[in-house]
């Protein structure tokens, strides 16, 4: 089976506590006004890859070493059967492990709508951060993009992971990340409203032109 991917990297410090690695699905029929990732919207097969090779990657790329993974997008469940397939890879995986990772999924899809359609789905979580994002609601709050977002603990190893965090406000910078593959750069963390304005303009000012951005794709 095969999941359509936009991208994949670790390790990953901003979308989660500790090392972790990112996994972004392609394809959102959600569409929240104001999204940063418009480049994950449209359902793209050329895009796809076997969750197999995906996970033989995160293997080879963290071994032992990745604390948690967390699953974006897109939206996640708009790939159901993939998604639980993923799922269960990586708790085999997990399985095999002396230190287990946690597992975070992002949705933008209400909780309500997830217990009633993917209990399934929910019930191989640690936690999930669920809802849609909403523009005109910012939020201090640990990896959310807005204040009606919320984090919910699906697990006893979920809980001692992100318990502290389900209603904490950030206690420290907010952070991004830098990454470049070599055909583009890309940031990955949750910005605050106007951070991506105000670093194209940076750029700008050192004659860095930016010919493409994901919040305007």
Same mark, same amino acid.
């Given at each position: 089976?095969?999941?359509?991917?936009?991208?994949?990297?670790?390790?990953?410090? /901003? =979308?989660?506590?500790?090392?972790?690695?990112?996994?972004?699905?392609?394809?959102?029929?959600?569409?929240?006004?104001?999204?940063?990732?418009?480049?994950?919207?449209?359902?793209?097969?050329?895009?796809?890859?076997?969750?197999?090779?995906?996970? /033989?990657?995160?293997?080879?790329?963290?071994?032992?070493?990745?604390?948690?993974?967390?699953?974006?997008?897109?939206?996640? %469940?708009?790939?159901?059967?993939?998604?639980?397939?993923? =799922?269960?890879?990586?708790?085999?995986?997990?399985?095999?492990?002396?230190?287990?990772?946690?597992?975070?999924?992002?949705?933008?899809?209400?909780?309500?709508?997830?217990?009633?359609?993917?209990?399934?789905? =929910?019930?191989?979580?640690?936690?999930?951060?669920?809802?849609?994002?909403?523009?005109?609601?910012?939020?201090?709050?640990?990896?959310?993009?807005?204040?009606?977002?919320?984090?919910?603990?699906?697990?006893?190893?979920?809980?001692?992971? %992100?318990?502290?965090?389900?209603?904490?406000?950030?206690?420290?910078?907010?952070? %991004?990340?830098?990454?470049?593959?070599?055909?583009?750069?890309?940031?990955?963390?949750?910005?605050?409203?106007?951070?991506?304005?105000?670093?194209?303009?940076?750029?700008?000012?050192?004659?860095?032109?930016?010919?493409?951005?994901?919040?305007?794709?």
């Amino acid at each position: 089976m095969k999941i359509q991917l936009n991208k994949a990297h670790y390790p990953v410090t /901003a =979308l989660g506590p500790g090392k972790r690695i990112g996994i972004w699905t392609q394809g959102c029929s959600i569409r929240c006004p104001g999204c940063v990732s418009l480049d994950t919207w449209e359902a793209d097969r050329s895009k796809a890859m076997a969750i197999d090779d995906l996970i /033989a990657w995160c293997k080879r790329v963290a071994g032992g070493a990745a604390e948690g993974i967390t699953i974006s997008g897109g939206e996640p %469940f708009d790939q159901p059967k993939a998604l639980a397939k993923l =799922l269960d890879g990586l708790h085999r995986w997990r399985n095999t492990l002396t230190r287990p990772f946690d597992i975070l999924c992002y949705s933008g899809y209400r909780l309500e709508k997830l217990q009633k359609e993917h209990a399934a789905l =929910l019930a191989k979580l640690d936690a999930i951060i669920c809802d849609p994002f909403v523009e005109a609601l910012p939020t201090v709050r640990w990896w959310r993009g807005s204040d009606n977002q919320r984090l919910i603990v699906l697990s006893e190893l979920g809980q001692a992971r %992100f318990g502290r965090y389900v209603d904490a406000a950030i206690d420290e910078p907010k952070r %991004f990340q830098v990454v470049a593959d070599g055909k583009r750069v890309w940031f990955v963390g949750i910005p605050q409203r106007g951070d991506l304005d105000r670093i194209e303009s940076a750029c700008a000012e050192r004659g860095v032109e930016l010919a493409a951005t994901s919040w305007r794709a």
